[in-house]
């Protein structure tokens, strides 16, 4: 069922995403069916520009990863050769770069065109992957539309199906968690807007190559917690090693991530986000694992948020719960 209900899961919440343009294009006069389509396409445009950026990084990144890496391995043998030799280690450092550029030669292609080429092909070999995500793609497109444009509608008929005696409740509960979800998106978007300057400025101030690229991927990886700035950070610290080997800017690069973890952590995210949207670790991470294993990488980027609503329910029921007859009896 899981597979069925992700590419509507997906839809509405990117529709919930884009409705804002969507609205702003209908007060100015522009027909909904449009306004829609301009939406839609606005968000393929954003999604489309990240994507550029990241293919104009591998495009760079790969051949200095096959000139680099036997440098990087000839600088820690300066710098670890030494220690291994006092604690009478022998290691054979000739061999070790002569395999490690013949390994890099058979796995990394000269550019990263042939990289994508080779990856295309992988991909197309398993035919109903292809299809399958190409239908989804289209379905989720086709339902975006569609929601946007009959959103009121929509959630009107959900309202008829709810008895009269609870409407009330039921709308407290959905102003309650629409807020919830727009404080959550707005304040994501400005700590994003804010760390990717942070971490693109300062890597460039280190000299890293790629820094943009990389600063940008570290603060869109804050949507997920705790892995995602481990996977920005680590990239980082590789890309610094590749560079530059154990010397002074891996320190940098490490001191860096560390204040921007303390800028987001403390200030940009309890300020903008908002400390209602806080979960206890344990359970931000059983939601991360059980998101992603009904809708993957999507559910993962959507544990958080889908927790914090679920928050408002619980919470809900707590007091229904501690209220009751039984419960004070």
């Known amino acids: 069922m ?6 509507f899961l997906a839809a509405f919440i990117l529709a919930y995403i884009l409705r804002p343009a969507f609205l702003w294009l209908e007060r100015r006069r522009v027909p909904s069916p449009l306004a829609a389509g ?42 670890l050769g030494p220690k291994l030799a006092d604690l009478h280690i022998n ?3 000739g061999h070790l770069k002569t395999l490690a550029s013949q390994k890099i030669s058979e796995h990394i292609s000269e550019n990263a065109d042939e990289l994508m080429s080779t990856t295309l092909d992988t991909v197309l070999m398993s035919g109903s992957s292809v299809i399958t995500g190409f239908v989804n793609a289209v379905l989720i497109l086709f339902v975006m539309f569609y929601l ?42 400005i700590v994003i807007s804010i760390m990717s300057a942070f971490y693109s400025i300062g890597l460039s ?25 481990t996977i920005g950070f680590t990239l980082a610290i590789i890309s610094a090693l590749l ?19 303390f800028l987001e ?38 544990a958080l948020p889908i927790s914090a609503v679920s928050l408002v329910m619980v919470q809900y029921l707590w007091s229904v719960y501690t209220q009751s007859n039984w419960y004070k009896k």
């Open 148 to 189: 946007l444009i009959d959103w009121a509608q929509f959630f009107q008929y959900i309202k008829n199906l709810v008895p009269p005696r609870a409407q009330e409740t039921i709308h407290h509960l959905a102003m309650h968690t629409d807020g919830l979800l727009s404080q959550y998106l707005n304040g994501m978007v």
């Open 243 to 261: 560079q530059f080997g154990p010397q002074k800017e891996l320190v940098a690069v490490m001191g860096l991530y560390g204040l921007g973890q």
């Open 38 to 79: 301009l939406s839609i396409i606005f968000g393929l445009g954003i999604v489309g520009a990240i994507l550029s950026l990241f293919i104009g990084l591998l495009k760079t990144e790969v051949p200095m990863i096959k000139e680099q890496l036997p440098t990087w391995i000839a600088n820690t043998q300066a710098w």
């Open 2 to 7: 899981a597979e069925i209900f992700t590419p």
């Open 265 to 302: 952590g403390f200030i940009l995210t309890p300020r903008l986000v908002g400390e209602r949207i806080g979960l206890h670790p344990v359970v931000v991470l059983f939601a991360l694992l059980l998101f992603g294993k009904l809708f993957g990488f999507f559910g993962v980027l959507l």
């Open 91 to 93: 290691m054979d450092w």
């Open 205 to 229: 101030l280190i000299g890293l190559k790629g820094a943009v690229a990389l600063g940008i991927f570290t603060a869109l990886m804050i949507v997920i917690p705790y892995i995602g700035i």
